[in-house]
């Protein structure tokens, strides 16, 4: 089986990973895994055509690293990756467009899962032409004050600062009106969820969803219920920010409750990452779905919390298994026969016990540096 990465050029920073030099660590795990590879960049449709005219649909998965695609070089009308892959009959790694365009904008992905009744915060999307009915909105959406304000249309956390909590009117005015002047409209308001953030990263096995939550935590501010701001987003992790994996019965039993349901809603074909916090009443309230989790090594969210799961392995070790999950579960889906290394790593780590734990909340992680044996598959230690 050959995997095709497909890079569009000008959409990079919202893909799995965002250079060509984070990209490395994920050729270099599927090549580990004996994987054979192709990596193409391509800055417009006919670029993108011209590549798939020249690979066989029946032998080959494409890993599409971003949204979208531009409809002709030097333009600006762009066109989902994903949707121009499948409609020539290649299976591909990750979510479809259909879903991709469900979770890019955080108001119409918040839309649709309000009417599918399933357990977001209530919310409005302001545009810049109704901020003087703020009001009224607040009243008719039956939203109370905190509230908490957020870009609709970016990721990892940009534009988010501890002034988006807000506790009055006037506040609310002020934090929204900025960020849409500088992020653009429309902004989210939404009811302030007090809880602990919690990360949700799910493998959608033909079995059943595999999870790997882990709380997200920071001790930058006196707050408690200080939010994951862009500055903390940017520090390196174990400088005043860690995750802890989530054991709690009650809280793993709300995640499988509320959590879950949202991947069926939105149709998550295979891999996603979902944010959500408990609100003042004690239920679990998802904010944020995230179709093309990062995979940049160490610094992405989902790559730690399997270095936090794995914390007895290798790092290295640990983010093979990553990429093997998410290979393991595209090949299932397609019912592709699955390659010997990957199907090894991801049935390894779906076989682990569940009481598997973090280390304690304040320890350092190890980070142990490997190397894999190509005879034996095996990873030996070389420093510590």
């Given at each position: 089986?050959?995997?095709?990465?497909?890079?569009?050029?000008?959409?990079?920073?919202?893909?799995?990973?965002?250079?060509?030099?984070?990209?490395?660590?994920?050729?270099?795990?599927?090549?580990?895994?004996?994987?054979?590879?192709?990596?193409?960049?391509?800055?417009?449709?006919?670029?993108?055509?011209?590549?798939?005219?020249?690979?066989?649909?029946?032998?080959?998965?494409?890993?599409?690293?971003?949204?979208?695609?531009?409809?002709?070089?030097?333009?600006?009308?762009?066109?989902?990756?994903?949707?121009?892959?499948?409609?020539?009959?290649?299976?591909?790694?990750?979510?479809?467009?259909?879903?991709?365009?469900?979770?890019?904008?955080?108001?119409?992905?918040?839309?649709?899962?309000?009417?599918?009744?399933?357990?977001?915060?209530?919310?409005?999307?302001?545009?810049?032409?109704?901020?003087?009915?703020?009001?009224?909105?607040?009243?008719?959406?039956?939203?109370?004050?905190?509230?908490?304000?957020?870009?609709?249309?970016?990721?990892?956390?940009?534009?988010?600062?501890?002034?988006?909590?807000?506790?009055?009117?006037?506040?609310?005015?002020?934090?929204?009106?900025?960020?849409?002047?500088?992020?653009?409209?429309?902004?989210?308001v939404e009811d302030y969820?007090?809880?602990?953030?919690?990360?949700?990263?799910?493998?959608?096995?033909?079995?059943?969803?595999?999870?790997?939550?882990?709380?997200?935590?920071?001790?930058?501010?006196?707050?408690?219920?200080?939010?994951?701001?862009?500055?903390?987003?940017?520090?390196?992790?174990?400088?005043?920010?860690?995750?802890?994996?989530?054991?709690?019965?009650?809280?793993?039993?709300?995640?499988?409750?509320?959590?879950?349901?949202?991947?069926?809603?939105?149709?998550?074909?295979?891999?996603?990452?979902?944010?959500?916090?408990?609100?003042?009443?004690?239920?679990?309230?998802?904010?944020?779905?995230?179709?093309?989790?990062?995979?940049?090594?160490?610094?992405?969210?989902?790559?730690?919390?399997?270095?936090?799961?794995?914390?007895?392995?290798?790092?290295?070790?640990?983010?093979?298994?990553?990429?093997?999950?998410?290979?393991?579960?595209?090949?299932?889906?397609?019912?592709?026969?699955?390659?010997?290394?990957?199907?090894?790593?991801?049935?390894?780590?779906i076989a682990l016990d569940?009481?598997?734990?973090?280390?304690?909340?304040?320890?350092?992680?190890?980070?142990?540096?490997?190397?894999?044996?190509?005879?034996?598959?095996?990873?030996?230690?070389?420093?510590?």
């Amino acid at each position: 089986m050959k995997i095709v990465i497909i890079n569009s050029v000008g959409f990079w920073s919202m893909g799995w990973t965002t250079d060509v030099e984070s990209q490395q660590d994920v050729l270099h795990s599927l090549q580990r895994a004996h994987i054979d590879l192709e990596v193409h960049d391509v800055d417009c449709l006919k670029m993108l055509s011209d590549v798939l005219s020249k690979l066989n649909p029946s032998d080959c998965l494409v890993w599409p690293n971003a949204y979208q695609v531009y409809a002709n070089k030097g333009a600006t009308e762009a066109l989902w990756l994903a949707d121009v892959i499948e409609e020539r009959g290649f299976s591909i790694i990750g979510n479809n467009a259909k879903v991709l365009k469900s979770v890019l904008s955080k108001d119409q992905c918040q839309s649709l899962l309000a009417d599918k009744n399933t357990a977001v915060p209530r919310f409005a999307a302001i545009h810049e032409e109704n901020l003087q009915q703020l009001p009224e909105i607040l009243k008719q959406r039956q939203l109370t004050f905190p509230l908490f304000t957020k870009p609709s249309d970016l990721s990892t956390s940009k534009g988010i600062t501890q002034d988006c909590i807000t506790n009055d009117l006037e506040e609310l005015y002020k934090q929204t009106k900025q960020l849409g002047d500088t992020y653009g409209y429309p902004v989210m308001v939404e009811d302030y969820l007090p809880g602990r953030d919690i990360t949700v990263a799910i493998f959608m096995t033909p079995e059943k969803p595999i999870i790997l939550p882990t709380y997200y935590d920071i001790d930058i501010y006196d707050n408690p219920g200080a939010v994951l701001d862009y500055s903390i987003r940017q520090r390196d992790w174990d400088d005043g920010k860690w995750l802890t994996v989530v054991n709690d019965p009650e809280v793993l039993k709300a995640i499988e409750a509320e959590v879950l349901p949202i991947c069926d809603a939105l149709g998550i074909c295979e891999f996603t990452r979902v944010d959500c916090r408990f609100d003042q009443h004690g239920s679990l309230k998802v904010f944020d779905v995230n179709g093309l989790p990062g995979l940049e090594l160490p610094f992405s969210t989902t790559v730690w919390q399997m270095i936090v799961k794995m914390h007895d392995k290798p790092q290295i070790e640990a983010f093979d298994t990553l990429v093997a999950l998410i290979i393991y579960c595209s090949c299932r889906r397609y019912h592709i026969p699955v390659p010997t290394r990957i199907r090894q790593l991801a049935e390894q780590y779906i076989a682990l016990d569940s009481t598997v734990t973090s280390l304690p909340a304040n320890d350092a992680i190890d980070i142990t540096v490997a190397h894999l044996d190509p005879e034996t598959s095996s990873y030996a230690v070389a420093a510590h």
